[in-house]
Nanobody, 121 residues
Framework: QVQLVESGGGLVQAGGSLRLSCAAS????????MGWYRQAPGNQRELVAV???????NYADSVKGRFTISRDNTKNTVSLQMNSLKPEDTAVYYC???????????????WGQGTQVTVSS
């Protein structure tokens, strides 16, 4: 059983910062990409940032220069440092990991339960 547990959401004023963290645990053979997605009310879930096992990163245009994703492969964790937050960043943020539980199993996506980020103007 694989679990992704997020932490670090909350309420912050515009211009402020938050740091989200996510830890993957359970029967894990290897983790490929890890990332963060978000979903605001009435909107579809969208990619915020992703990082490969080798450290390559990709960001949504709306967060480039403000958010930084990082991971610790030894601890199976991924973090998202969010600076200069804007009200439009308000959403539920979900951690995602594409991983394999056995050497011969397929790669699969796993999701955290989500953490609320609210940015007040």
């Amino acid at each position: 059983q694989v679990q992704l547990v997020e932490s670090g959401g909350g309420l912050v004023q515009a211009g402020g910062s938050l740091r989200l963290s996510c830890a993957a645990s359970g029967s894990i053979f290897s983790i490929n990409a890890m990332g963060w997605y978000r979903q605001a009310p009435g909107n579809q879930r969208e990619l915020v940032a992703v990082i490969t096992s080798g450290g390559s990163t990709n960001y949504a245009d709306s967060v480039k220069g403000r958010f930084t994703i990082s991971r610790d492969n030894t601890k199976n964790t991924v973090s998202l440092q969010m600076n200069s937050l804007k009200p439009e960043d308000t959403a539920v943020y979900y951690c995602n990991a594409n991983l394999r539980i056995l050497p011969v199993s397929r790669d699969r996506d796993y999701w955290g339960q989500g953490t609320q980020v609210t940015v007040s103007s």
